[in-house]
Nanobody
Framework: QVHIVESGGGLVQPGGSLRLSCAAS????????ISWYRQAPGKQRELVAA???????NYADSVKGRFTISRDNAKNTVYLQMNSLKPEDTAIYYC?????WGQGTQVTVSS
């Protein structure tokens, strides 16, 4: 059965940190690269970070130096460590593997 489930979102103050998790089924995790996207109200969904099966990361310019994507192959899970969060990082964050998407997790950065 195919599934992708995100977790770890929440409310955090500017400058704070959160770690998002993306748990995927083996059939997705072992075959495809995994990506994190986000969508803010009134804006298009945008790519935040991606990681290949070999573990090579790639980041949007807006998050370079603040976000870190990693994967734990034993747990079929990809993480997105988000540091130095800004109000403009507020969005619903989605995990994607090929054409499969999770339901999203809300991240709100506000004082």
């Amino acid at each position: 059965q195919v599934h992708i489930v995100e977790s770890g979102g929440g409310l955090v103050q500017p400058g704070g940190s959160l770690r998002l998790s993306c748990a995927a089924s083996e059939s997705i995790f072992s075959v495809y690269d995994i990506s994190w996207y986000r969508q803010a109200p009134g804006k298009q969904r945008e790519l935040v970070a991606a990681i290949t099966r070999a573990g090579t990361p790639n980041y949007a310019d807006s998050v370079k130096g603040r976000f870190t994507i990693s994967r734990d192959n034993a747990k079929n899970t990809v993480y997105l460590q988000m540091n130095s969060l800004k109000p403009e990082d507020t969005a619903i964050y989605y995990c994607r593997g090929f054409r499969f998407w999770g339901q999203g997790t809300q991240v709100t950065v506000s004082s």
